[in-house]
């Protein structure tokens, strides 16, 4: 069984087992316009929840990219660094960011359902 | 103050455009393909682009106003024909740029287009300086259209004939469903197009017209990417009170005539720069890799020491890489100096290079 979760910085987290994989939401792309930069944390680091885990860049502006919960990288997408127009693409599938061995699960409980996110962001570019 | 929109208003929301204030006016940053495409389309095909925000004075008057105006301008206005056109500067006494500009002999006077964010300034400055002798009209009644790209002549040729015997730099009156519209062949792209004046009541008729012809709108955006990849100068970030012509690396627009005799605005400065050299330029940066530098990114040299600042960075689609400009101290402004750029905490390597970064493909004499 997978979960996947929404955070307010518009990052999707899906957890399976105890690894999880973390992008930007199809509304994160929307409001960035296209990208055309993208960098990611290094393998082997251990990334704090809510902390910087990367950088997405479009024609406009530079934003950071945070990562929803607490974890060592095990894995990063190279596909999007050397091609960051596919995060526009299928953002919130194969364009994924980075892969976590996340540290406590119930950090997942602080975040937003599909239905939640959904209004928040409705709300939030409105 | 109310937020001023253009005549095109109403297209630019039927076209779902993304809205930003620019200069006080309500513009479209983009359209819903967004600014890559944008940008492409441009290159390809033709591009709109709605200026109507840019301020187009009007200035009437005979010899006397030639004089006039080259105590102003550093051009060689008196030998200017009519209907040809040539990009300048309003500068201030120590030569330091009000606004870019370009300047169009037409019957009876000048046409001077403007930048929105400097028009209001100009006028004040120049109206200051020609006082009451000579008709001048800021004209909020016209709108100005700009279509630029390879198929923007074939595009504007099939609404307005004649238009493609225009040369680059050059412009004519002409004459449409009893409209008097004003069209130069220029533009802000690196790509060969026009620039359209028409009264405000016909700008929206008139774009739907070549929409239908194949052209689509562009928003600021695109324009942005498209002449920072032809290496020209935005106001506000190449440009200010604080940097020179001479400095920009403008000084192909200074009239060699005009130095010689001096006795315009800044004329001292700028011939003492001319002389003895400046100790910042203007230059195109290339960094390697994807890495984006933008405006205000510090810039070092091998040393670690500090030589400027970035004016202009984004990625530039049709280069597929990251362009940018900015200025440098002197010793560091040749072409393929390796240079340093500071992004988020990281110096990331970059080498002075050439402008343009995209080759331009303007009309030079079709005649």
């Given at each position: 069984?997978?979960?996947?979760?929404?955070?307010?910085?518009?990052?999707?987290?899906?957890?399976?087992?105890?690894?999880?994989?973390?992008?930007?939401?199809?509304?994160?792309?929307?409001?960035?316009?296209?990208?055309?930069?993208?960098?990611?944390?290094?393998?082997g680091t251990s990334?704090?929840?809510d902390g910087t885990a990367g950088v997405v860049e479009s024609t406009k502006a530079a934003s950071d990219v945070y990562t929803p919960v607490s974890g060592e990288v095990v894995d990063l997408n190279q596909s999007i660094v050397d091609d960051p127009s596919k995060i526009n693409q299928d953002p919130e599938n194969s364009a994924w960011f980075f892969k976590l061995k996340i540290k406590d699960k119930s950090e997942m409980d602080t975040l937003m359902n599909k239905d939640e996110y959904d209004i928040f962001a409705k709300e939030s570019s409105s | 103050m109310d937020i001023k929109k253009t005549s095109l208003y109403q297209l630019h929301q039927d076209s779902k455009a993304k809205f930003v204030e620019f200069a006080g006016y309500q513009m479209p940053i983009q359209y819903s393909e967004g600014i890559?495409?944008?940008?492409?389309?441009?290159?390809?095909?033709?591009?709109?682009?709605?200026?109507?925000?840019?301020?187009?004075?009007?200035?009437y008057g005979q010899e006397d106003l030639v004089d006039d105006l080259e105590r102003i301008f550093p051009l060689d206005l008196k030998n200017l024909k009519l209907n040809h056109s040539k990009y300048s500067f309003l500068m201030s006494d120590t030569a330091g740029i009000y606004d870019d500009l370009i300047i169009t002999k037409i019957k009876d006077g000048f046409l001077i287009i403007l930048n929105a964010a400097c028009k209001e300034n100009d006028y004040k400055i120049l109206k200051g300086l020609l006082t009451d002798r000579y008709k001048m009209i800021l004209d909020e009644e016209r709108s100005l259209i700009a279509i630029q790209g390879p198929k923007s002549v074939e595009?504007?040729?099939?609404?307005?004939?004649?238009?493609?015997?225009?040369?680059?730099?050059?412009?004519?009156?002409?004459?449409?469903?009893?409209h008097n519209i004003y069209i130069t062949r220029s533009g802000y792209t690196g790509e060969d197009g026009f620039e359209v004046s028409l009264t405000n009541e016909f700008a929206d008729r008139f774009t739907r017209r070549l929409i239908d012809k194949g052209a689509k709108l562009i928003g600021l955006g695109a324009r942005d990417t498209l002449r920072l990849e032809a290496g020209l100068c935005l106001y506000g970030h190449e440009l200010s009170k604080d940097k020179t012509p001479v400095e920009a690396n403008l000084k192909w627009a200074i009239s060699k005539e005009r130095i010689l005799k001096g006795n315009f605005i800044g004329s001292d400065i700028i011939t003492k720069q001319l002389n003895n050299g400046v100790s910042k330029i203007r230059v195109g940066i290339?960094?390697?890799?994807?890495?984006?530098?933008?405006?205000?990114?510090?810039?070092?040299?091998?040393?670690?020491?500090?030589?400027?600042e970035i004016t202009s960075g984004t990625f530039g689609p049709s280069v597929n890489g990251p362009v940018a400009m900015?200025?440098?101290?002197?010793?560091?402004?040749?072409?393929?100096?390796?240079?340093?750029?500071?992004?988020?905490?990281?110096?990331?390597?970059?080498?002075?290079?050439?402008?343009?970064?995209?080759?331009?493909?303007y009309v030079k004499g079709v005649n």
């Open positions: 069984m997978s979960e996947v979760k929404y955070s307010k910085e518009h990052e999707w987290i899906k957890l399976e087992g105890d690894t999880a994989t973390i992008g930007i939401t199809k509304h994160a792309t929307e409001m960035l316009g296209d990208i055309v930069f993208a960098e990611l944390p290094e393998k990334v704090e929840k | 890559v495409e944008e940008h492409r389309f441009t290159r390809n095909h033709s591009g709109i682009f709605d200026v109507s925000h840019m301020g187009q004075l009007f200035i595009i504007l040729n099939s609404v307005i004939q004649g238009v493609e015997n225009l040369n680059f730099m050059s412009g004519n009156w002409f004459t449409l469903d009893d290339k960094p390697e890799g994807r890495i984006i530098a933008r405006e205000k990114t510090k810039i070092y040299n091998e040393s670690n020491l500090e030589i400027g900015g200025y440098v101290e002197n010793e560091f402004s040749k072409k393929n100096t390796k240079i340093f750029l500071e992004v988020r905490g990281k110096k990331h390597p970059a080498t002075i290079c050439e402008l343009p970064f995209y080759k331009k493909s």
